[in-house]
């Protein structure tokens, strides 16, 4: 998991940081994205792709990140702007500031996915990159387990949709209450709802 990190090391860069994104698909919420950086070979066997990982796990691993790495960066992009630029442009808006948001600037970016940031960074994009880069799994974690936190608190705010549970996703229950209360605030009006089985 730590190949392109030392393939970056080896080309003479030092802080190399691993960017990703969770939350392009709920139908509410914002993206958000994280930028980690790791002391030079580092190892942890259990940071994978945030996907693969159980909510606890995921929360476990959160608290182990931010004590091990060297820097961690985090954004969100909110939905009124995903419903004004889209929601590939706010993903790479959000990398973007997650990586001035580290403590300090990385020499070396390892992004996940096909398109790279607009930073002043050498960067490799790395398709599925979170499978295969310990710093970019390491960033899906983080944002993952951040918006997860955020979506809890909005349920306070708007339980009816019930956010704790579906996180924005479009599930059965969360169409259903969309049919029956309509949108709220924080909504991505530009995503095309499905009703109905």
């Given at each position: 998991m730590d190949f392109y990190e030392s393939q970056a090391r080896m080309q003479g860069f030092t802080f190399v940081a691993g960017v990703d994104e969770a939350g392009r698909g709920p139908l509410a919420g914002p993206v958000a994205a994280a930028a980690v950086i790791f002391p030079e070979n580092y190892r942890n066997r259990e940071i994978r792709?945030?996907?693969?990982?159980s909510a606890s796990k995921r929360e476990e691993l959160?608290?182990?990140?931010?004590?091990?790495?060297?820097?961690?960066?985090?954004?969100f992009v909110e939905p009124s702007v995903i419903d004004r630029i889209n929601?590939?442009?706010?993903?790479?808006?959000?990398?973007?500031?997650a990586v001035l948001n580290l403590d300090f600037p990385p020499d070396f970016l390892l992004v996940d996915g096909l398109n790279t940031i607009d930073v002043p960074f050498p960067q490799k994009p790395i398709v599925k990159g979170d499978d295969l880069s310990i710093s970019v799994a390491a960033a899906s974690i983080i944002a993952k387990v951040s918006r997860d936190h955020l979506m809890n608190?909005?349920?306070v705010q708007y339980s009816?949709?019930?956010?704790?549970?579906?996180?924005?996703?479009?599930?059965?229950?969360?169409?259903?209450?969309i049919s029956k209360y309509g949108t709220c605030k924080i909504h991505r009006k530009s995503f095309k709802?499905?009703?109905?089985?």
């Open positions: 792709d945030s996907k693969k990982l959160f608290d182990i990140i931010i004590v091990d790495a060297l820097s961690v960066g985090l954004a929601i590939l442009k706010a993903s790479l808006l959000a990398m973007k500031k608190r909005y349920h009816q949709y019930n956010f704790v549970r579906n996180k924005g996703y479009a599930t059965t229950e969360h169409r259903e209450a709802i499905k009703f109905g089985t």
